[in-house]
């Protein structure tokens, strides 16, 4: 049974579906992430690009570093992707979390870039903390500090 979610930016101009599971879902604790959103950490659900159909308004883009993009909406400003090259997975389209419209079924699994956490923004989870992507290297531990 294939599951499709759907999402919209704020003003709801910015539709999507994202079908089947994503390959992961992560908190992301990076630099660029947060200064994108204007929070203290960011949960994002990656999809590869054909899992992905956009509706409505097209999405602007930001380049935030050499083959990265972020898409927002120009009417509302809701900060809605991270695109970029996934490696093996091909091109891929990571949403923030709360612009899907039931994210409860999209559960975390890991936190990214550990190191450029803001000090006191701990989550009292077990998941592994990578000190870049998850899955790169062994995490630098499990649960808060
Ligand atoms: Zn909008
Ligand atoms: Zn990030």
Avoid at 42 to 52: D, M, P
Wanted: aromatic letters at 8%.
């Amino acid at each position: 049974m294939t599951v499709t979610r759907t999402g919209r930016c704020m003003c709801g101009a910015i539709r999507f579906e994202a079908r089947d599971e994503p390959f992961d879902v992560t908190h992301c604790h990076c630099h660029s992430c947060r200064k994108h959103n204007g929070a203290a950490v960011v949960t994002l659900a990656g999809y590869r690009v054909e899992q992905i159909t956009f509706s409505g308004a097209d999405r602007r883009h930001y380049n935030s570093s050499p083959g990265v993009r972020r898409g927002f909406c120009g009417d509302c400003g809701t900060p809605l992707t991270w695109e970029g090259d996934g490696g093996d997975l091909g091109p891929i389209i990571e949403f923030h979390i709360s612009t899907f419209d039931e994210p409860d079924s999209l559960v975390p699994t890991a936190h990214a870039f550990e190191p450029e956490r803001i000090a006191w923004m701990e989550v009292a989870d077990d998941l592994p903390r990578y000190e870049g992507f998850p899955g790169e290297g062994t995490p630098l531990r499990h649960g808060p500090k």
